[in-house]
């Protein structure tokens, strides 16, 4: 009979080689995120989801709250109807890292939209897979996004 802490140490060493590999990998950027329509699911600001009328818009109409990533790191969408946005972005895939820089300073015609252009204007980190992404200004205020509407 072996003892117990033999057992223990098959345990922690399975353990450890699952962070080590799954934190070392990179991510597919260009499965994740490239010419696909991500639409925005929900907006959390200081910690709080946003609630209300807002968040109805977002699953009124197909043609706004959405951004397409292109193969060649810009983007495009449509916040509230006719608000188009534009840009560039750099993504890391190893270190989660996205940067996203507008074309255009944003007049933002509500305040909704005003918080959805900050987030992403201040992005630092996402996190994701091939169906929903979750960008970061910081752990208080994120964006999710998800592939259908």
């Known amino acids: 009979m072996k003892p117990i802490h033999a057992h223990l140490n098959v345990v922690l060493l399975i353990v450890l080689s699952f962070f080590y590999f799954s934190c070392g990998q990179e991510d597919d950027i260009e499965s994740i995120f490239f010419d696909k329509i991500w639409y925005i699911s929900s907006l959390t600001i200081n910690g709080v ?9 977002l699953y009124l109409n197909k043609e706004s709250y959405y951004i397409f990533f292109y193969s060649n ?49 201040n992005s630092s980190y996402y996190s994701g897979d091939t169906n929903n992404i979750t960008i970061y200004q910081n752990k208080s205020n994120f964006i999710n996004f998800t592939n259908k509407k």
């Open 49 to 57: 989801p946003i609630k209300g009328d807002e968040i109805k818009e």
């Open 73 to 121: 790191y810009s983007f495009s969408g449509v916040l509230s109807k006719n608000t188009a946005i534009s840009g560039t972005c750099q993504i890391n895939g190893k270190k989660h890292i996205i940067h996203i820089m507008f074309d255009d300073n944003l007049i933002a015609s509500t305040t909704f939209n005003n918080s959805i252009y900050n987030i992403l204007k």
